[in-house]
């Protein structure tokens, strides 16, 4: 869809800065938001930017097996005037699914569809600006994994393959699950495998704790250690066929998800 297809896209200030680097304005698929900044004003006409590490995906393979990337860029999107604002699960990585615009009576109501991190994002407000767009030099990437050629009892192919593997899913809201700590213990490790033994099927699983001490384990066991974990780390538990994962967060919560159909 072109800007002008759009009426809500028209109606960036500066489109067509984007839309001259890319040659049509973009759904911004499997870009990350690397840097969210929220701005207060005295006439109350508050702002929140995002920068956007974006890129155009080709039909062809690269020599590690990636669709080749082109057209890096980062874009700077400041919303001012905001009406309406919803913002949660901004997270290490922040890959967007989708990244659509509309209009919303008088405003633009801009909705981010995640396929990893950020949660939810939607934002109405009065004016959009493309404030900037600078190109940049491709970031190298490791190479694809082939879960079935490789040792996948080794925990760097087992982080990587986490890292490809996981992007495109569903995930739950955020369910908050406690923290054992110096003063109470607060950790529901029943409700936890309850909603372990629902999601999966295997009795063996990965647990995802970083490139070097990732590892193939049971499910009881991978549930014993979160809460420890927790103490110093985000936990990751996925099944062998990267389909079906837990992932927990050191504040204190789970979700659940299933690959994207």
């Given at each position: 869809?072109?800007?002008?297809?759009?009426?809500?896209?028209?109606?960036?200030?500066?489109?067509?800065?984007?839309?001259?680097?890319?040659?049509?304005?973009?759904?911004?698929?499997?870009?990350?938001?690397?840097?969210?900044?929220?701005?207060?004003?005295?006439?109350?006409?508050?702002?929140?930017?995002?920068?956007?590490?974006?890129?155009?995906?080709?039909?062809?393979?690269?020599?590690?097996?990636?669709?080749?990337?082109?057209?890096?860029?980062?874009?700077?999107?400041?919303?001012?005037?905001?009406?309406?604002?919803?913002?949660?699960?901004?997270?290490?990585?922040?890959?967007?699914f989708d990244l659509a615009f509309k209009e919303s009576d008088s405003y633009i109501k801009c909705t981010l569809d995640s396929s990893n991190g950020l949660e939810s994002f939607v934002v109405v407000a009065e004016e959009v600006f493309v404030l900037s767009l600078v190109p940049t030099e491709p970031i190298p990437r490791e190479p694809l994994i082939d879960t079935s050629s490789v040792d996948m009892l080794d925990a760097k192919n087992?982080?990587?393959?986490?890292?490809?593997?996981?992007?495109?899913?569903?995930?739950?809201?955020?369910?908050?699950?406690?923290?054992?700590?110096?003063?109470?213990?607060?950790?529901?490790?029943?409700?936890?495998?309850?909603?372990?033994?629902?999601?999966?099927?295997?009795?063996?699983?990965?647990?995802?704790?970083?490139?070097?001490?990732?590892?193939?384990?049971?499910?009881?066991?991978?549930?014993?250690?979160?809460?420890?974990?927790?103490?110093?780390?985000?936990?990751?538990?996925?099944?062998?066929?990267?389909?079906?994962?837990?992932?927990?967060?050191?504040?204190?919560?789970?979700?659940?998800?299933?690959?994207?159909?």
């Amino acid at each position: 869809m072109t800007a002008h297809e759009n009426p809500a896209i028209s109606r960036i200030i500066d489109y067509e800065v984007v839309e001259q680097h890319f040659g049509y304005w973009p759904d911004f698929h499997d870009a990350e938001i690397t840097k969210v900044t929220f701005e207060s004003h005295p006439t109350g006409r508050y702002s929140v930017t995002l920068v956007i590490a974006a890129f155009e995906m080709t039909n062809k393979l690269d020599k590690q097996g990636y669709y080749k990337l082109i057209k890096h860029c980062n874009v700077e999107l400041q919303f001012i005037g905001i009406q309406e604002l919803k913002f949660n699960g901004f997270d290490h990585q922040n890959v967007i699914f989708d990244l659509a615009f509309k209009e919303s009576d008088s405003y633009i109501k801009c909705t981010l569809d995640s396929s990893n991190g950020l949660e939810s994002f939607v934002v109405v407000a009065e004016e959009v600006f493309v404030l900037s767009l600078v190109p940049t030099e491709p970031i190298p990437r490791e190479p694809l994994i082939d879960t079935s050629s490789v040792d996948m009892l080794d925990a760097k192919n087992i982080f990587i393959a986490s890292e490809h593997l996981l992007r495109n899913f569903d995930w739950s809201d955020w369910i908050y699950v406690g923290l054992n700590h110096e003063q109470a213990s607060e950790y529901k490790a029943d409700m936890v495998a309850e909603y372990a033994n629902s999601l999966f099927d295997e009795t063996e699983v990965y647990l995802v704790i970083g490139r070097h001490d990732s590892h193939l384990t049971t499910l009881s066991e991978a549930l014993g250690q979160v809460s420890t974990l927790l103490k110093s780390m985000e936990v990751l538990i996925c099944n062998k066929e990267f389909s079906k994962a837990m992932r927990f967060r050191m504040v204190g919560v789970m979700s659940y998800g299933q690959k994207r159909n």
